[in-house]
């Protein structure tokens, strides 16, 4: 039977916002959940995974047959040893092992399962692993294996001696790092040359992609027989909503839901789209919907039935897409049938676009385009005139038709708590949908970015509270400045003639190793150096230089400097200044070595701002 892994470590790290590690290992939780996925190391029918307890030889093998590219049964009629008989439990993977000569027994013919196993015995099975044999290494034993154990990184995290006995805690380091290691024969790290799962771009463990790739599903809340798709009891298992930590309860119906039976986990999505069928692709066996102006994968054998020429719906109908994990298609239902079906958003666009109509036919009409609180663009045909861009609109939709409606401006001002989880006297509910607007631009942001941050009057623009009384869906005016662009100006030529009654501007800049330029008849007085510049549509509002700080230390996403710490923005753009060059580098290659680091801001922490630009000299 397969074990369950520890479903605090779920909650702490199954997330969407996952990010590979830095170094070869950072925390338990990274190294758990990847051995989990993979089903090299889980939990006990509790959860708990035991990490201060000493391994045996007979569970080392089974990790160790695990994180091989061989699969074994459950049962063996071979007894490879006298004290592994075939009814023994591991016997099966000691038989494998033996087979593929990543083990031995002792020199008096037994394998002793029982006993616990040190750091050099599974030190030498993981080089086996990667292809080394005895003959790879020469002098005393282990001394060679050891070295190799170095000098391929595979003691990351492992602080033990040759000869001290492992625990689950160092058995789940060696096989983590054992991961990324390069194998003897390809050359290439291990996870991708031999067990086949993917890498980041920096040859890292690509967590999300690995846990995504141990999914099942997905079903659809309220399907008849969906629960009897899950194979494990829901009840007790660790819920991931939204990429927020939940619970079985909260499971409501039209929720996608995918699984892992092996780590005992769901993770559950809610997000839906209700517009017009433009097209289908292809008729017969759809992949593709078109909806609002936005196409759409399929996913399951059921949503594809639907929009079939066989099912309920074809293009010119209304229809509500229950999306899963990467906005695919998990079903297609009528509007009306699923909470929400309607979007509230900015309009980035308003142009005419054409559609099609039922009968096959085009028509061009007007048209908006609405950045969502979901975060995602949607485009709606209408019957009236087009709303002009920067607008604030609800989208609603019905089997009758698309009703665009603007969106007057709310009141609502307060603190946000420190935590991120109230905003004054409201708390903010869970998957709460926040859009920061400027202009015809906008960005989603989650509650703890605006953490410690004061709304004040004009901040606001719409909020919706749910039935709980909690803020469901939030719209700002500028609150935190992500949207906006930073960079470096590069060179600067302001001209001033006739005693300033004519004057000119030229400005060249980089913006994340894109050059780019401003010239026009407005001088904006900035100097060579990090700046912000705020635009409108094809207008700039404001052109400025950013506040300089001497940084002391980072640490992660904290810059210590003048005995006060300062927010780094996720999206820091990071320069090597060399003369008056500036080159596009990373925050990573800049800390911790001779560099001496400027950080550049664009407003207190306290009021949103971040250091949005760091020059290393």
């Known amino acids: 039977m397969k074990k369950r892994v520890l479903s605090a470590l779920l909650a702490a790290a199954l997330t969407l916002s996952l990010v590979t590690p830095a170094l070869a290992v950072t925390s ?76 031995t027994g002792y020199l008096d013919g037994t394998f002793r399962p029982s006993n616990t196993i040190t750091l050099a015995e599974g030190v030498v099975m993981a080089l086996r692993l990667l292809g080394y044999t005895n003959e790879d290494f020469s002098g005393s034993f282990p001394a060679g294996q050891m070295s190799m154990y170095k000098t391929l990184d595979l003691d990351e995290g492992i602080t033990i001696g040759q000869n001290d006995t492992m625990t ?74 939204n990429g927020a930590v939940s619970t079985a309860d ?25 517009g017009p069928i433009q097209a289908i692709s292809p008729t017969s066996a759809p992949t593709s919907v078109t909806v609002s102006g936005k196409s759409y994968a399929i996913e399951t054998p059921t949503a594809a039935y639907a929009l079939s020429d066989l ?24 509007p009306g049938q699923a909470a929400a079906d309607s979007v509230v958003g900015l309009v980035v666009s308003s142009v005419p676009k054409t559609f099609t109509d039922k009968n096959g036919s085009d028509y061009t009409a007007s048209s908006v385009t609405v950045l969502a609180t979901d975060g995602n663009t949607y485009t709606y045909s209408m019957d009236r005139s087009a709303i ?39 708390s903010f509910a869970d998957g709460v949908e926040i859009l920061d607007t400027y202009g015809d631009k906008g960005v989603k942001i989650y509650p703890g970015r605006l953490a410690g941050m004061e709304l004040t009057r004009g901040m606001v623009r719409y909020y919706l509270l749910d039935g709980n009384g909690d803020i469901c869906r939030l719209v700002l005016s500028d609150a935190t400045g992500d949207m906006h662009t930073y960079g470096v100006v590069t060179s600067v030529r302001e001209v001033d003639n006739s005693g300033g009654m004519s004057t000119s501007g030229t400005y ?12 026009g008849a407005r001088v904006y007085q900035v100097q060579p150096g990090p700046f912000q510049m705020k635009t409108d549509g094809d207008e700039v509002d404001r052109f400025v230089n950013l506040t300089g700080v001497r940084i002391d230390t980072v640490d992660g996403r904290t810059a210590y400097a003048e005995n006060r710490q300062y927010a780094i923005w996720d999206d820091v753009l990071v320069y090597e200044v060399r003369g008056d060059q500036y080159y596009l580098t990373s925050l990573s290659l800049v800390t911790g ?25």
């Open 28 to 103: 338990r939780d990274d190294a758990a959940q990847v051995l989990a996925a993979l089903d090299i190391m889980t939990g006990d029918e509790s959860g708990n995974l035991n990490l201060s307890a000493p391994v045996t030889r007979a569970e080392f093998v089974k990790m160790l047959m695990a994180a091989s590219p061989i699969s074994v049964g459950d049962v063996t009629y071979v007894s490879p040893y006298p004290d592994v008989p075939s009814t023994h439990w591991a016997a099966p993977y000691v038989e494998a092992a033996v087979t593929a000569g990543y083990v």
């Open 168 to 241: 689950r805690q160092d058995a789940m380091y060696l096989f983590y790092n054992l991961l990324t290691a390069p194998s003897k024969t390809t050359g290439q790290p291990y996870l991708s040359s031999v067990l086949g799962y993917g890498l980041t771009a920096d040859g890292k463990v690509d967590t999300l992609a690995l846990l995504n790739g141990t999914m099942d599903g997905p079903v659809v809340v309220g399907e008849a027989g969906w629960r009897d798709k899950i194979p494990f009891d829901i009840s007790k298992a660790s819920v991931t909503r």
């Open 250 to 274: 909260a499971l409501v119906d039209n929720d996608v839901v995918y699984w892992s039976d092996t780590m005992n986990a769901l993770w559950v999505y809610t997000n839906k789209i209700t």
């Open 311 to 334: 099912g309920a719906f074809e293009v010119g109908d209304s229809v509500t897409l229950l999306l899963g994990r990467d906005g695919k298609v998990a079903a297609a239902i009528a």
């Open 388 to 426: 002009r861009a920067g607008s604030l609109v609800q989208v609603t939709s019905s089997s009758s038709g698309v009703d665009v409606k603007v969106l007057a401006s709310a009141s609502l001002t307060g603190k946000v708590s420190a935590d991120g989880q109230r905003l004054g006297d409201l």
């Open 508 to 519: 060249v800049y980089d913006v994340g190793g894109v050059p780019g330029s401003l010239t």
């Open 593 to 617: 070595g001779d560099y001496s680091l400027t950080g550049y801001y664009d407003k207190d922490q306290s009021q949103g701002g971040r250091i949005r630009v760091i020059l290393a000299h």
